[in-house]
């Protein structure tokens, strides 16, 4: 069975940084990436890494400010978030797919909070 477990996040003042690692069990995923949930949300798409040619995709709120990467030997996935902001708080979620995300493999999710 796959596992994907989350690391990494936690409480950070505005403008502040964090990284994110997912681990995945199970063999490379053609498709892995990051979405979170805000309270009272709906769960939205953060990015998104292949495994062919580490081809990204962001969402436009977070382009220039964080960055996705991979490591296929680990079968990991990070996520450094950098110039953070308030309203990035919500619940981080690491995806991994060998075709779409809606029908690929999820972690539990970590909390990353941003203070004013």
């Known amino acids: 069975q796959v596992q994907l477990v989350e690391s990494g996040g936690g409480l950070v003042q505005a403008g502040g940084s964090l990284r994110l690692s997912c681990a995945a069990s199970?063999?490379?995923?053609?498709?892995m990436g990051w979405f979170r949930q805000a309270p009272g949300k709906e769960r939205e798409f953060v990015a998104s890494?292949?495994?062919?040619?580490?081809?990204?995709n962001y969402a436009d709120s977070v382009k220039d400010r964080f960055t996705i990467s991979r490591d296929n030997p680990k079968n990991t996935v990070y996520l450094q978030m950098n110039s953070l902001k308030p309203e990035d708080t919500a619940v981080y979620y690491c995806?991994?797919?060998?075709?779409?995300?809606?029908?690929?493999?999820w972690g539990r999710g970590t909390q990353v909070t941003v203070s004013p």
């Open positions: 995806a991994a797919t060998y075709s779409s995300f809606d029908r690929g493999n």
């Open positions: 890494i292949r495994e062919s040619d580490s081809g990204t």
């Open positions: 199970g063999r490379a995923f053609t498709k």
